[in-house]
């Protein structure tokens, strides 16, 4: 059992369309984070939230501790987005939970 | 700042050999990680370390050893390379907030 799933696992949309990636987490934890990678890449940090809401530019992040759930929204997609996204959770001893990835092809 | 400091980006490894994937950050950061990422599958933890002189093995450890002389470096030492280890590696840093990643290092044993 994976304690963080996202979704979708690859997703493919047309330059200008509003992405939704999903991940759902299922332990306690001290922050949720979003990675990006870009294809042969390295890992970069974009978010981390602990409540509510936090934007950068044209990315939006939400988690609603609650229910165990964050969303990343890029809006007015563009083919630079074009890359790997990773939910990761912290825990307490500052060790991390990571999902799978979601693999974002933004189309022109 | 130059971040996380990864070397090598690229390696080949004859089974049985053994070499050495160097880190640095120069953040003085506390935490520092090694993870592996292998296709399909999220980053797995091998090593971690809380501080200089402190460190504690993670989900995949066999196979791997770490030190931590300085706050600075946190080398991952292969031993015996076998082919399972073929993976990408990364080293992360941290102390309380988001981490920081290296470029990563491809490592393929053959």
């Known amino acids: 059992k994976n304690e963080v799933e996202q979704s979708p696992q690859n997703l493919t949309a047309q330059e200008g369309e509003f992405i939704t990636i999903n991940c759902s987490y299922s332990?306690?934890?001290?922050?949720l984070h979003w990675l990006q990678q870009h294809p042969g890449g390295g890992i970069v940090s974009l978010f981390m939230?602990?409540?509510g809401k936090k934007k950068h530019g044209r990315l939006i992040a939400t988690i609603n501790i609650q229910e165990k759930h964050s969303s990343l929204h890029i809006t007015a997609s563009h083919p630079r987005d074009s890359a790997v996204y990773i939910c990761?959770?912290?825990?307490?001893?500052?060790?991390?939970?990571f999902g799978t990835g979601t693999s974002l092809t933004v189309i022109p | 700042n130059a971040g996380v400091t990864q070397t090598p980006k690229f390696r080949i490894l004859k089974i049985g050999q053994s070499m050495t994937l160097q880190c640095t950050q120069d953040m003085n950061h506390n935490y520092m990680y090694w993870y592996r990422q292998d296709p399909g599958m999220g980053l797995k933890l091998i090593y971690y370390s809380v501080g200089a002189g402190i460190t504690d093995k993670g989900e995949v450890p066999n196979g791997y050893n770490v030190s931590r002389s300085t706050t600075e470096d946190f080398p991952l030492r292969l031993e015996l390379a076998a082919p399972s280890q073929t993976s990408v590696y990364f080293c992360?840093?941290?102390?309380?907030?988001?981490?920081?990643f290296g470029e990563g290092s491809r490592l393929t044993v053959l």
């Open positions: 332990v306690g934890i001290s922050a």
């Open positions: 992360a840093s941290r102390n309380t907030g988001e981490l920081f």
């Open positions: 939230l602990s409540s």
């Open positions: 990761a959770v912290s825990i307490a001893g500052n060790q991390f939970y």
